[in-house]
């Protein structure tokens, strides 16, 4: 599966974005979907992730209340909304796609990755 991010911009703090990640391929449904992201000069982590059929979701500690994920099967898109944003939510997202059956928080568990979009919250 090739996946495709977009979304991402410059933001004051406070405001809002919403991140769309296009997947290729007809199976779209038998993958988990995850969000990660990356700061300058940091490691990659984990912001959220959802199930197949989007009866799980999971999120990290520092965005839980702020972010939500979903997807649309139909038309092959995860989606993460992102409100109340903060300077330190600046990082390069990723969308990621997993096989595997559970939702899952490590990147290593994912096969397939977008190629990333760019989030700066100005303070």
């Known amino acids: 599966v090739q996946l495709q991010a977009s979304g991402g911009g410059l933001v004051q703090a406070g405001g809002s974005l919403r991140l769309s990640c296009a997947a290729s391929?007809?199976?779209?449904?038998?993958?988990?979907m995850g969000w990660f992201r990356q700061a300058p000069g940091k490691e990659r982590e984990f912001v959220a992730a959802?199930?197949?059929?989007?009866?799980?979701?999971v999120y990290a500690d520092s965005v839980r209340g702020r972010f939500t994920i979903s997807r649309d099967n139909a038309k092959n898109t995860a989606y993460l909304q992102m409100n109340s944003l903060k300077p330190e939510d600046t990082a390069l997202y990723y969308c990621?796609?997993?096989?595997?059956?559970?939702?899952?928080?490590?990147?290593?568990?994912?096969?397939?990755w977008g190629q990333g979009t760019q989030v700066t919250v100005s303070s």
């Open positions: 990621a796609a997993s096989p595997r059956v559970d939702v899952r928080t490590k990147g290593n568990d994912y096969d397939y």
């Open positions: 391929g007809r199976t779209f449904s038998s993958y988990v």
């Open positions: 959802i199930s197949r059929w989007s009866g799980n979701r």
